[in-house]
């Protein structure tokens, strides 16, 4: 998809901070960190949001969005791990390729 910043780092054109990839997904850091260690996952195909997103990429996604959690709690030593998808612009979407957000938390942050 043209113009899409997340299909560019998909694709190599930009960088990222890679943390896990597949054939499916991948997973990089978020550049405007809510946390240490806040991961973006996205499918390597390119959909807006959740409702379009094919119930199988759906499945995926979430089979990394597991892995992912796992890493960043072990990784950041995370008291707990908020998981969030925001859709569409009233929902606070502003990159238009579907991602769920993997954010770890500490006790007292
Ligand atoms: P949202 O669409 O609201 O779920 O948010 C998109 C997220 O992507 C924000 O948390 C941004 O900080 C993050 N983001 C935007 N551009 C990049 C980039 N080039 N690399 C990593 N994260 C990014
Ligand atoms: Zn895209």
Redesign the pocket.
Known sequence: ?EN?????I?NGDIPANKVYEDDYTLAFLDIRPSNHGHTLV?PKD?FENIYTLPDETLARLMLTVKKVSLAVKDSMDADGINISMNNEEAAGQII??AHIHVIPRKSND
């Open positions: 998809m899409c910043i997340f299909c560019k998909i996205l390119h238009f390729h």
